[in-house]
């Protein structure tokens, strides 16, 4: 029964182009949004993992003297100094790390329970179906900034528990998208056909299903990570970042705290505005792409 399996399966493999194909980023490439979002992206990446390297000033070393307080951008301190002297650029540096950091962990957690949740609920259908949709529904319907604020507070302010919060909260769009899709794989004729040679559920799901919506997860994953990317950005904003690690969001309410607006220290908190806004727009650039791309209702709409 088995090899009468094998035998469909490679005669009839019906299974989506993988997102590591090559011709995909080309055609992301070849798209006006997509290169700019990967060339950005590339500056981004660049710039926070080589900058620290290059750059010998520390951003985490206080100012001696009154007079290094809120100092303006100069020849050397590129863009200003803190409330506490220390070098902005240097800390916008090493921020956009923790940044990055908390969203890919984020993303990648609410990845894998989205499309887990997902490919269950559409395979299997029935009460399993409706008891996991009515539980995906209740977290759509929930605020998802005020449920962060609170489960940030309540679980703590580390780095860890801060990407937890936004994984946990940032998978049912994922899951509903997922589902959708493994809805219609599930009654494709390859699959009855591998089921009715005694396919189990896992060889099915894993050979059949998994590698339909991989690039449905995939470009998914970039726009989620754009959300989480901000997320982290508004907690630490709010006080409910990691205090010890600074990251964008911090640097924000650090001058927001030391009254850098109201004083003029306008290069204190524009430097971690400009850093948020372009990393975001860079990875929702490449998720549009991608979901041109990949996506076959809108490949056509270039």
């Keep these: ?80 100094t803190t409330e506490l002297g220390q070098d902005v650029f240097r800390q916008f540096l090493l921020g ?45 319907v929930l605020p998802t ?9 309540l679980f703590g302010q580390s780095i860890l528990i801060t990407s937890l919060v936004i994984g946990l909260t940032s998978w049912p769009q994922t899951a509903r998208i997922i589902r959708s899709q ?8 390859l699959v009855m056909r591998v089921r009715s040679l005694g396919a189990g559920d896992w060889r099915i799901m ?28 508004a907690l630490a904003f709010l006080g409910l970042g990691d205090p010890v690690q600074v990251s964008w969001g911090t640097m924000l309410h650090n001058a927001f705290n030391s009254g850098a607006m109201s004083s003029g220290a306008w290069w204190y908190t524009l430097t971690p505005g400009v850093g948020i806004v372009i990393m975001v727009l860079a990875f929702s650039l490449i998720g549009h792409a991608l979901d041109r791309v990949m996506n076959p209702l809108r490949r056509g709409a270039r």
């Design 1 to 80: 029964m088995n090899d009468d399996v094998l035998r469909v399966e490679g005669r009839e493999g019906e299974t989506a182009p993988s997102s590591n194909r090559p011709g995909v980023w080309r055609e992301v490439w070849r798209d006006t949004m997509g290169r700019v979002g990967i060339l950005t992206l590339l500056g981004i990446l660049v710039t926070i993992f080589l900058g620290p390297v290059i750059f010998p000033f520390d951003g985490q070393s206080f100012g001696a003297s009154a007079t290094s307080i809120l100092q303006a951008p100069t020849g050397s301190h590129w863009m200003g």
């Design 96 to 140: 956009g790390r923790i940044s990055l950091y908390v969203g890919v962990s984020a993303t990648v957690i609410a990845m894998v329970l989205g499309a887990g949740l997902g490919l269950v609920s559409g395979y299997y259908a029935g009460w399993r179906d409706t008891v996991l949709m009515r539980i995906t529904d209740f977290f759509l």
């Design 145 to 153: 900034l005020p449920l962060i604020i609170v489960l940030a507070a």
């Design 182 to 189: 493994v809805l219609s794989l599930r009654e494709r004729p």
């Design 206 to 233: 894993s050979r059949h299903i998994l590698p339909n919506v991989t690039p449905l997860i995939f470009a998914n994953l970039v726009l989620v990570l754009s959300g989480s990317i901000l997320a982290q950005a």
